[in-house]
């Protein structure tokens, strides 16, 4: 039966769709592609800070999924494999584009003789503009993270993820979540108390235990950084 895994207990809806698609089924890969693409799109757009390349990963993601039907296994929940797909991609490209970038700089150190003057994305009118809303300067200090912390609390924040879900999905242990998890909202923290500051939006100071409730309101909008565990290899590289 599609429905019942091999111990028996029932399949979620979305492990089910996908155990039809592996059976032939493209309607159920529709039904997923109906109800995913938008949160990927955006979850993809968060990382990259660029629409059409969230668009052209987020194809990639779907195209990932349906190649990868015949070897579909239900063993963990379908939005933790799919996610993992999807933070892999953002984060190969954000890898790879940094590494253009540095290239272009050396090219053009070469030719002129001093490495070019880059304008400063984070200062273009739109930001200027969206700055005078508490939400943008959420916006603005969660892109601002290291890629990794940005990944756990997105994942965290906007879609839902737990902390067993989310180390699955970023291929470390949940300890190493935890510890970026922390670190992440300790940025987030400093980063708001300046901006906030002027708006009359006080942050307040973290607590020993690592309280999130100050940024629940991240989840309306749109997460970590390194530990020494991921330093020496042992998290999430």
């Known amino acids: 039966m599609a429905g019942v ?6 399949l979620e809806l979305d492990a089910q769709l996908m155990v039809r698609l592996r059976e032939g089924d493209v309607c159920g890969f529709e039904l997923l592609l109906a109800k ?12 990259v800070q660029n629409a059409g390349v969230a668009e052209e990963l987020a194809q990639e993601v779907f195209l990932r ?13 379908f939005t933790t494999w799919l996610y993992r797909i999807a933070a892999n991609l953002a984060l190969n490209w954000l890898r790879d ?45 969660v892109a601002a993270l290291p890629d990794r912390q940005r990944a756990v609390v997105l ?27 922390f670190r992440a909202y300790a940025n987030l923290r400093k980063a708001l108390a300046g901006s906030l500051a002027p708006l009359g939006h006080a942050v307040q100071p973290k607590s020993a235990q690592g309280d999130h409730r100050g940024f629940a309101g991240i989840r309306a909008d749109s997460s970590d950084q390194h530990s020494e565990a991921f ?3 042992k998290g999430c590289a």
Not at 65 to 77: D, G, L, T
């Open 155 to 181: 994942l965290h924040k906007y879609h839902g993820l737990d902390y067993d879900q989310i180390a699955l999905t970023l291929g470390c242990s949940v300890s190493a979540v935890k510890s970026l998890t």
């Open 5 to 10: 895994s091999a111990a028996g207990s029932v």
């Open 231 to 233: 330093q020496s290899g």
């Open 65 to 77: 999924v349906y190649c990868s039907r015949a070897r579909y296994q239900p063993s963990a929940k």
């Open 97 to 141: 584009e940094r590494r253009r970038a540095c290239a272009d700089s050396l090219d053009a150190a070469g030719r002129w003789g001093a490495a070019p003057q880059w304008p400063d994305q984070q200062n273009s009118i739109e930001q200027r503009l969206v700055r005078k809303t508490v939400l943008a300067a959420v916006r603005q200090a």
């Open 36 to 47: 995913y693409r938008q949160p990927i799109v955006h979850f993809l757009y968060r990382m």
